[in-house]
């Protein structure tokens, strides 16, 4: 028996601005999710997005609290091009997200930015440069 990687799984402190925050990157969360403690998003690949209310988790683990300090984990977004990373960057910062990476390109051949969701998680955003892309 080997276990398999199934779903990524965020704990949100307001569900209906995740959801929001989410949908606006492309996932196909279900109408309604957001005034439900839990909600999933199918992924490419068979994967699922899952979110879970703090009082979701504290339902089942009573003493959960939610981390202090930096994130340590991110979810990173394929972009189809670098054109791309910078207009949803601005689309995210201009709805109010705070953008905690401006657009750049980095030095591992990428266009990348990184935008916070509700929560303070990290999105990264990421494509090829045309010049990495022809290596």
């Known amino acids: 028996m080997t276990p398999r990687f199934d779903a990524i799984g965020l704990v949100v402190s307001d ?8 949908r606006r990157l492309g996932f196909a969360f279900p109408q309604g999710v957001e005034r439900q403690p839990h909600a999933e998003a ?13 009082e979701s988790v504290r339902s089942f683990h009573a003493g959960w609290q939610p981390p202090t300090g930096g994130g340590r ?3 990173a977004m394929l ?3 670098p054109g791309e990373v910078d207009a949803v960057y601005e ?8 953008g905690e990476l401006k657009p750049w390109d ?3 051949g990428q266009r990348y930015a990184v935008v916070n ?19």
């Open 15 to 22: 569900m209906a601005a995740s959801v929001a925050f989410y």
């Open 42 to 54: 199918g992924l490419p690949g068979g994967l699922r997005l899952l979110l879970d209310t703090e």
């Open 73 to 75: 984990s991110s979810l």
């Open 79 to 81: 972009c189809d091009g």
């Open 91 to 98: 689309e995210l910062v201009g709805a109010g997200y705070h």
């Open 106 to 108: 980095a030095f591992w």
């Open 117 to 135: 969701d509700p929560d303070g998680n990290g999105v990264d955003l990421f494509a090829p440069l045309p010049s990495a892309a022809a290596e």
